[in-house]
């Protein structure tokens, strides 16, 4: 007789590790079945987590007590602070990861569990009994009992892979496509749709020429993506750049008609904001060149990363692409890049749960729901085990605002918006991205993880200690008094004006051109020199920016009291006849519950939401 678990998780990639690991740390008896144990984790497309946006994901994901960070960090052979020009809340961490070591900590870590459990196998069907999954069944025909199921297939569900004419089955290079589980689900009632993504090929990183290509080194003091438990690198592997150039794009539009994008081969859609390189020449002709990143993928490996070179044109073509390249004028490609068609499931087909709305205890998480992005899916993946793990327990839900996190943008746009093209995170999704940056993702979002039993109670009490050092340092600052003479000669070489009496540190501090560097070499008391640098830059933050934090805040409280103001079940939108067309039909056929729910839909403007607010009475 087959176990029963409290939870099955189907799929082994990013979505899938973070599922199990909330799920499971939270005290769920966990079975995650995967096709192969050997691709647990595996990075599909670039070796790198994090960058614009997506890195606050990974620290949010960190913060709750997830493993993407640290996971990321043990296996990063680069680090980089993207954005450093910019102010803070723009930041973002991004790692150069080793592909095969990412994969193998990302096992490791799951065997850690005691609670998690393996299958290799393959998910064909869903058990479901009177509107609620109650299992699944495998291609070895095995019946597996659970109280919930969490779905994050990524690109396997029908998947198809194309390079120039020839198509294969598949859901990754080399790995077979899942079927059935689409077709049940349309027979249930679901609206399925199909999407694209693509990777570039690799070559062998002994055959480029370096000397040509710009080098891009890490960050002279590396950080990590983890708040706790992880050591920056020692040492660190280039990445370089290169470009296109005319030649590479008269190759590309003489053999446009050999792609499947263009030849009616594909019909779907692919990622606006990581278009290949074929797209890029078509929709960018004005452009002379295109950025090509050249990303190692390991500390002992000839295999490289062609990053910004995606393409699903012939092996032919690729490779005299390839070879016209500066640097790469000998390259070797070791593997073509390739497209892949796959089913997904728009997402407003769920509760904000991540819960489907049609099927009870079954969740979807990750590009099943439209998504691209390791760090897009990992996201939904803690989030649909947390809520996996509650519902089952007949606990309350966890629900992150748009206010709270960048995974709760994430989902709020997924659920209340859907994507009819692969979604991927920006930070101009997030309005109170002010609040929402990277540096404070502990202090936002660890209490909750430790309260809900995923963030461990190490991890809780770094963040009280961290607390109090921030509030000691605040007060110190405040009644630290320093003499004009003493940092005058520090404003002078900022080359601003000078103070003329003596004034605060906190006061100080929040002129532009002085750091809390500046200042703790003035403090001949050492009362900043026990803390740690992470500590005192969170501190300077929050003095610097203090006053837009305050108006962000104020701003977050307005929308809060809007989100909770309850709209009618049975409001009939069509009496508003000044709405327009499109919301009308929107808000009828979505029926929000409250105005902030109303405002998050996609074609409802906030003049339409105005109208609404003064006919509700508000």
């Given at each position: 007789m087959t176990p029963q678990y409290d939870v099955i998780v189907v799929g082994?990639?990013?979505?899938?590790?973070?599922?199990?690991v909330a799920a499971s740390k939270m005290g769920s008896k966990v079975l995650l079945i995967t096709m192969n144990m050997?691709?647990?984790?595996?990075?599909?497309?670039?070796?790198?987590?994090?960058?614009?946006?997506?890195?606050?994901?990974?620290?949010?994901?960190?913060?709750?007590?997830?493993?993407s960070g640290m996971v990321a960090d043990q296996s990063a052979i680069q680090f980089r602070m993207l954005n450093t020009s910019k102010g803070p809340a723009m930041w973002s961490p991004r790692t150069q990861n080793d592909r095969k070591l990412f994969s193998e900590f990302w096992r490791l870590a799951l065997e850690s569990l005691p609670n998690l459990f393996f299958l290799q196998d393959i998910v064909t069907s869903l058990l479901i009994k009177e509107g609620t999954v109650v299992g699944v069944k495998t291609a070895l025909g095995i019946e597996i009992q659970s109280q919930a199921v969490i779905l994050t297939n990524g690109t396997f569900l029908n998947g198809l892979i194309h390079i120039g004419e020839k198509k294969t089955s598949g859901g990754r290079s080399a790995e077979r496509a899942a079927t059935g589980i689409t077709e049940q689900l349309q027979k249930l009632g679901f609206e399925s749709g199909?999407?694209?993504?693509g990777t570039p090929p690799r070559v062998d990183g002994r055959t480029l020429d370096y000397s040509k290509m710009e080098e891009q080194p890490g960050d002279d003091n590396p950080s990590t993506f983890s708040f706790i438990n992880t050591i920056p690198l020692a040492k660190q592997k280039s990445c370089f750049i290169t470009y296109t150039n005319a030649k590479v794009h008269n190759l590309i539009k003489e053999n446009l008609l050999r792609s499947p994008m263009y030849n009616g081969q594909i019909q779907t859609r692919g990622p606006r904001y990581c278009p290949s390189i074929e797209d890029k020449i078509h929709r960018f002709?004005?452009?002379?060149r295109h950025q090509i990143f050249v990303e190692p993928e390991g500390w002992n490996t000839i295999q490289v990363y062609v990053n910004g070179l995606s393409t699903s044109l012939p092996y032919d073509v690729q490779f005299k692409i390839l070879r016209s390249i500066v640097g790469f004028e000998n390259a070797a490609m070791l593997c073509p890049g390739y497209a892949i068609e796959y089913d997904y499931f728009p997402p407003n087909q769920l509760n904000y749960t991540?819960?489907?709305?049609?099927?009870?205890?079954?969740?979807?998480?990750?590009?099943?729901?439209?998504?691209?992005?390791?760090?897009?899916?990992?996201?939904?993946?803690?989030?649909?085990?947390?809520?996996?793990y509650r519902k089952i327990n007949h606990l309350s839900p966890i629900i992150l605002k748009r206010s709270?996190?960048?995974?709760?943008?994430?989902?709020?746009?997924?659920v209340g918006k859907g994507t009819e093209e692969p979604y991927r995170m920006f930070t101009s999704r997030a309005e109170f991205r002010i609040l929402l940056r990277q540096d404070n993702a502990d202090l936002r979002l660890t209490e909750l993880g430790h309260a809900i039993g995923l963030a461990a109670e190490d991890r809780f009490e770094k963040l009280c200690q961290k607390k109090k050092n921030i509030a000691h340092i605040?007060?110190?600052?405040?009644k630290w008094k320093i003499k004009?003479?003493?940092?005058?000669?520090?404003?002078e070489a900022a080359g601003t004006h000078l103070v003329k009496e003596t004034q605060c540190a906190y006061i100080l501090l929040k002129r532009p051109e002085i750091t809390l560097n500046d200042l703790v070499s003035l403090d001949h008391d050492g009362m900043l020199a026990a803390y740690s640098q992470e500590t005192l830059q969170q501190v300077a933050i929050q003095v610097k920016y203090e006053s837009y934090f305050l108006k962000e805040q104020e701003l977050v409280e307005k929308m809060e009291r809007l989100e909770h103001y309850q709209i009618p079940p049975d409001f009939d939108y069509t009496l508003l006849k000044s709405l327009s067309t499109e919301a009308s039909e929107k808000l009828q056929s979505k029926r929000p519950a409250t105005l902030g729910q109303a405002a998050g839909i996609s074609g409802v403007s906030p003049s339409d939401i105005s109208i609404l607010m003064v006919y509700l009475g508000r």
């Open positions: 082994g990639g990013h979505a899938g590790c973070e599922a199990s050997h691709t647990i984790g595996q990075m599909s497309c670039n070796p790198a987590m994090g960058g614009i946006a997506k890195g606050q994901l990974v620290r949010e994901i960190d913060a709750l007590g997830g493993f199909r999407m694209k993504t002709a004005d452009k002379e991540l819960e489907t709305q049609l099927i009870q205890n079954l969740y979807f998480a990750g590009q099943i729901n439209g998504t691209t992005g390791y760090e897009e899916a990992a996201c939904q993946g803690l989030m649909a085990g947390i809520n996996a709270d996190a960048y995974i709760g943008v994430l989902i709020d746009d997924l605040l007060d110190c600052l405040k004009a003479h003493e940092v005058n000669p520090k404003i």
